[in-house]
C-alpha cells in the first residue's frame, strides 16, 4: 500500500519529528520486515539515537545507513521538505530556490542536497522500454548550435529513446554518450530498451547492426537537407527542445558534462511522471529510491570527470 501525505499540511504535521520520519524510512527501505545483515534475523529494537539493534547477535544498524541520507547532520525532517518541493516543482528544481525555501545557511548545501536527489532518481534495475521506440542523438551545451563538423569540449552527446504512445510520447531514457559510434549506441539501446522491440532511427551508420543484437530497426531516411529531422522522428526529437528549454529555463543552461548525467537523470524521472495526479505519489517514489541508492559523499559529486569531446556526425 502506498502511503503518502497529499498536501504539505499534511507532510509538515505528519514529519515534524525525527521519530516520524525514520518510521516512514524504515518501512520503505524494509517493505517485507526487518532482516539483521550480519545474522538474518528479524527481530529488532529501536535505539533512543534512531540506531536499529538486531535482538539476535546485537548488531547495530540505522535506517540512513547505505542510503542517501547516511552521515547526515541535517533534521530528516528538512529533508523531506525539500523532497517534497523538490517533487512538486513541475519545473524542476534548483539550488538557490531550495536555499531560499528552506532557509539554507549556505548556497553549497542546497546544491549537495539536489544532486544527491538527483542520484535516487534512477532506480536501480528499472525497466527498459518497449514496443517501439525512436531513438536519436543531440547535443547539449555550446552556442554552435546547427553549425557543422565543429568538435567543442563545451558540446556533450546526448542519446535518447522516445517510446510512441499513440501519436504522443510515452516513456523515455536518455544518456550522455562518448561518441555516436554503433559501440556507444547499441550499449544505450541494450541498457534503454527491450531486446525484439522495434527501434526507429534514421540512416545513420551508428544505428546499423541493431538486428543482429536483437532489435527490429525501422530506419528512415533523411531524402533532402532541407527536410527536418523532426518530422521524421517527432517524438525524440520534442523530448530533447523540452530538455534544452529545461536546462535553459531552470538551471541556466548547460550544466558541466560531469553533472549533465545527473541532470539527465533528474529530467528523465519528471517526464516520466508528469501526468502523475498526486505530487505526493511522486515524493514517495523519490524518498523510496532514495533509501535503496548508495550515499554520495560530498567529494564523489564535486570529483571532475572529463572524457573526450563528443564527436559530431551529422546536420
Ligand atoms: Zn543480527
Not at 544532486?115 to 547535443?139: I, Q, W
Not at 568538435?151 to 522516445?162: C, M
Not at 555516436?180 to 547499441?186: M, T
Not at 525524440?236 to 529545461?246: D, E, G, I, T, Y
Request: glycine share 10%; with cysteine.
Amino acid at each position: 500500500m502506498e502511503d503518502y501525505p497529499r498536501t504539505l499540511t499534511e507532510l509538515e504535521g505528519r514529519f515534524s519529528s525525527e521519530e516520524a520520519c525514520r518510521a516512514y524510512l524504515f518501512a520503505l527501505r524494509w517493505p517485507d520486515g526487518f532482516v539483521c545483515r550480519r545474522c538474518g534475523q528479524g527481530r529488532y529494537w529501536l535505539g533512543a539515537d534512531g540506531r536499529v539493534i538486531c535482538a539476535h547477535c546485537q548488531g547495530h544498524t540505522s535506517v540512513t545507513a547505505g542510503t542517501i541520507f547516511q552521515d547526515t547532520r541535517t533534521p530528516l525532517a528538512l529533508w523531506f521538505r525539500a523532497i517534497w518541493w523538490v517533487t512538486s516543482q513541475k519545473n524542476g528544481a534548483s539550488a538557490l530556490g531550495l536555499q531560499r525555501v528552506l532557509g539554507l545557511g549556505s548556497y553549497e548545501t542546497a546544491w549537495t542536497w539536489l544532486h544527491k536527489l538527483r542520484r535516487a532518481m534512477v532506480r536501480p534495475g528499472r525497466d527498459r522500454l518497449a514496443g517501439r521506440v525512436e531513438v536519436d542523438e543531440t547535443y547539449i551545451g555550446g552556442s554552435e548550435e546547427g553549425v557543422h563538423g565543429r568538435e567543442t569540449y563545451k558540446k556533450a552527446l546526448v542519446v535518447i529513446a522516445a517510446q510512441e504512445d499513440g501519436d504522443g510520447i510515452g516513456r523515455i531514457r536518455m544518456r550522455r554518450a562518448p561518441d555516436a559510434s554503433a559501440k556507444s549506441l547499441q550499449a544505450f539501446i541494450r541498457d534503454a530498451i527491450d531486446p525484439g522491440s522495434r527501434v526507429h532511427t534514421d540512416d545513420w551508420k551508428g544505428y546499423e547492426g541493431l538486428m543482429e543484437i536483437g532489435y527490429q530497426h525501422k530506419v528512415t531516411t533523411l531524402a533532402r537537407r532541407s527536410e527536418s529531422a523532426s518530422t521524421l522522428l517527432p517524438r525524440v526529437h520534442r523530448v530533447a527542445s523540452l530538455l534544452k528549454r529545461w536546462l535553459l529555463g531552470t538551471h541556466q543552461g548547460a550544466p558541466s558534462p560531469e553533472h549533465l548525467d545527473y541532470y539527465l537523470d533528474e529530467f528523465t524521472f519528471r517526464f516520466n511522471r508528469r501526468t502523475s495526479q498526486h505530487r505526493g505519489k511522486i515524493f514517495y517514489r523519490l524518498i523510496q529510491q532514495a533509501v535503496v541508492v548508495a550515499p554520495a559523499p560530498y567529494e564523489s559529486l564535486i570529483k571532475h570527470v572529463r572524457g573526450p569531446p563528443p564527436k559530431r556526425h551529422k546536420r
